[in-house]
């Protein structure tokens, strides 16, 4: 039941964005989209979330093609967290998680369905924050309403954009524990753009490098993650110390070693 992308590409008027995107993650492995500004990073996931439409290519789960099954059936299958919500704001919590179970209701909402968004709530800690309404929460605490609303949509596929980047540093932390549990527990394949390279790389099981529109590097972050390869697409001098299956990034001005081998940076394809 793995997620399998083939030679996607994609343009904004014409301008190239992504070109030749081949990429496969397995049934249950949460992967890093990772990459500078611009890299293509949010237009891969709306691709996945079929929020934008490639020029060419196909993705395929578990060998269906998910760019042309009917939206609800897609629905049942990915669930997407954008890097910011379009919820209407006068939906309280538990209103806003309970959209996550429409590809999966009826006419109403059953037991199981309440069941299952009081669950996302618990798990994103926003108990005492259910009747509240979207206007009234932080950014960080809406950013977990959204987490919790594509959690209750009990997905094969999560999509994340970005979604730690509003969150202080515990949230960080627990949300990207929550996926990977998510992941172990439930054999759900998960796919986050991030740029914290050690976040990625202690969370996730494959790293996934975009410069330019295309993939640079694509394994396990202890081998994904190379000196000069991350040094020359980010334009910055970087050390990357492993131990073990663990791996550390840190770019060199921190530790005092800059200028030793500055890269010269990856020229945009
Ligand atoms: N709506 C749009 N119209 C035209 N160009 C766009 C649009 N959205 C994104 N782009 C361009 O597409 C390229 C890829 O953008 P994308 O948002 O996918 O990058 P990203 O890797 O997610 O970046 P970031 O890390 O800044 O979020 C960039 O050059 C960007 O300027």
């Given amino acids: 039941m793995s997620l399998e992308v083939a030679g996607v590409e994609f343009g904004y008027r014409r301008h190239p964005v992504l070109e030749g995107i081949d990429l496969t993650v397995a049934e249950g492995a949460f992967c890093a989209l990772l990459g500078p500004n611009g890299s293509g990073k949010s237009t891969l996931t709306k691709i996945l979330a079929r929020i934008l439409r490639p020029g060419a290519g ?28 379009e919820a209407p704001f006068e939906l309280t919590v538990r209103e806003a998680v309970l959209l996550g179970r429409t590809p999966h ?17 618990d798990q994103l800690g926003l108990a005492d924050l259910r009747e509240r309404h979207l206007s009234e929460l932080s950014g960080g605490q809406a950013q977990r309403v959204l987490i919790a609303r594509a959690l209750a949509q009990e997905p094969r596929v999560l999509l994340l954009d970005e979604p730690t980047s509003a969150l202080d540093l515990r949230y960080q932390i627990e949300t990207l524990r929550i996926v990977r549990e998510v992941t172990r527990e439930r054999g759900v394949t ?38 000069a390869t991350l040094g020359r697409v980010y334009g910055l001098e970087v050390r990357v110390e492993r131990t073990g ?25």
Avoid: K
Wanted: aromatic share 4%; glycine share 6%.
């Fill in 58 to 85: 196909t993705v395929r789960h578990a060998g269906r093609d998910l760019l042309r099954m009917p939206r609800r059936e897609h629905a049942r299958i990915v669930s997407y967290v954008p890097q910011s919500s």
């Fill in 105 to 121: 209701i009826g006419l109403l909402p059953t037991t199981h369905d309440w069941d299952v968004v009081e669950a996302a709530i």
């Fill in 190 to 227: 998960a796919l986050i753009a991030i740029h914290d390279l050690n976040h990625a790389a202690h969370f996730c099981d494959q790293a996934v490098l975009l410069h330019g529109g295309r993939i640079v590097a694509d394994g396990p972050p202890a081998e994904a993650f190379d000196a």
């Fill in 245 to 269: 299956d663990t791996v550390d990034v840190r770019p060199a001005e921190l530790d005092g070693t800059s200028g030793a081998d500055r890269p010269e940076p990856l020229p945009r394809p």
